[in-house]
């Protein structure tokens, strides 16, 4: 079964510094997507980045980056000039790409920015 | 388009009541899913429909818990008899196969059983 750990519970970061927040899978699969939700407060479900597996090159939106390691099985978020709407629960979420569409979910990151 | 629309937003009901949570997924997305999101054990997928036939339910955590899914636009969620442990947020979702844009959620359902 597919299992998807983000060991730090929470983080925090000065206003306009830079975050990384980690996560970690495990699958059989070679062929899955992997995704970073933002929620905030209003616990809206937020797409924040996502990344295609069969792609060697780390995805970007804007101040939001990843570090995708496949071989490590590592999916790390990094948050660029960190600003006060950024603090929220992230989660690292995973999904296989043929045949279960269901998107598994890590324990979240609370992510703290301070002024 | 609305996104996915869940009502009610809270609910408060007491140990022994029926609960029906609602949504109503995007036009078009032909997968719904159902979690549940508690401090204790996070975001747990409960059920998932495609083409409104139940897919995978193995989530659902007793008998207490049906879902169903009559049309391509609605999906209700009951709990029957609540209990306090069923406190949470109860989230519904929506995609089309293999989207690359994950799931859009709705605003999920505070429920409260006292």
């Known amino acids: 079964a597919q299992t998807v750990t983000q060991s730090q519970p929470e983080m925090s970061v000065q206003e306009a510094e830079t975050v990384t927040l980690s996560c970690t899978y495990d699958?059989?699969?070679?062929?899955?997507?992997l995704f970073w939700y933002k929620q905030p407060p209003s616990r809206q479900m937020i797409l924040v980045i996502r990344?295609?597996?069969?792609?060697?090159q780390n995805a970007t939106e804007n101040r939001f980056s990843v570090n995708f390691q496949k071989a490590a099985k590592s999916f790390s978020l990094k948050i660029s000039d960190s600003q006060l709407g950024d603090a929220a629960m992230y989660f690292c979420?995973?999904?296989?790409?043929?045949?279960?569409?269901?998107?598994?979910f890590g324990t979240g990151t609370r992510l703290t920015i301070i002024p | 388009d609305a996104g996915v629309i869940q009502s009610p937003r809270h609910e408060v009901t007491e140990m022994g009541q029926e609960v029906t949570l609602r949504c109503k997924p995007i036009?078009?997305?032909?997968?719904l899913f159902w979690y549940r999101q508690t401090m204790m054990r996070g975001l747990e997928l409960l059920i998932y429909?495609?083409?409104?036939?139940?897919?995978?339910d193995s989530g659902m955590p007793e008998d207490r818990f049906s879902a169903k899914m009559p049309n391509a636009s609605f999906s209700t969620l009951k709990i029957q008899p609540s209990e306090p442990r069923d406190s949470a947020v109860y989230f519904c979702?929506?995609?089309?196969?293999?989207?690359?844009?994950?799931?859009?959620f709705g605003s999920g359902t505070r429920l409260t059983v006292v």
């Open positions: 979702a929506s995609s089309i196969k293999g989207a690359l844009s994950g799931y859009t």
């Open positions: 699958t059989s699969e070679s062929d899955y997507y």
């Open positions: 990344q295609e597996a069969y792609k060697q």
């Open positions: 979420a995973y999904r296989v790409n043929f045949g279960n569409e269901k998107l598994t």
């Open positions: 036009s078009g997305h032909d997968y």
């Open positions: 429909f495609n083409n409104n036939v139940p897919i995978d």
